[in-house]
């Protein structure tokens, strides 16, 4: 069983900066995904950033120009950089893979943006 463990959240002032890490307890093969969300209390969870193995990104519109995805597949690691946070970008972020045949969810890391 491959689980997901979260680092790097805290609490940030508006126009801070964070930087989260996902990193997988052993090395999967063939990782096609892996992708950060986030969720605030009564909403949805949203994608934030997603990563291929091939290297393509996309992110949410509202992330776009402030948060950059990245990854080590040696490591089975993903990582998300946020910059310029504000206050709409207080949530629970998790971190999610996919591989072959299965899906991965880590537990989450709250980011709270606030003066």
């Known amino acids: 069983q491959v689980q997901l463990v979260e680092s790097g959240g805290g609490l940030v002032q508006p126009g801070g900066s964070l930087r989260l890490s996902c990193v997988a307890s052993?090395?999967?093969?063939?990782?096609?995904?892996m992708d950060w969300y986030r969720q605030v209390p009564g909403k949805q969870r949203e994608v934030v950033a997603t990563s291929t193995s091939g290297g393509t990104t996309n992110y949410a519109d509202s992330v776009k120009g402030r948060f950059t995805i990245s990854r080590d597949n040696a490591k089975s690691a993903v990582y998300l950089q946020m910059n310029n946070l504000n206050p709409e970008d207080t949530a629970v972020y998790y971190c999610h893979a996919q591989s072959l045949l299965y899906h991965y969810w880590g537990r989450g890391t709250q980011v709270t943006v606030s003066s």
């Open positions: 052993r090395r999967v093969l063939n990782m096609i995904a």
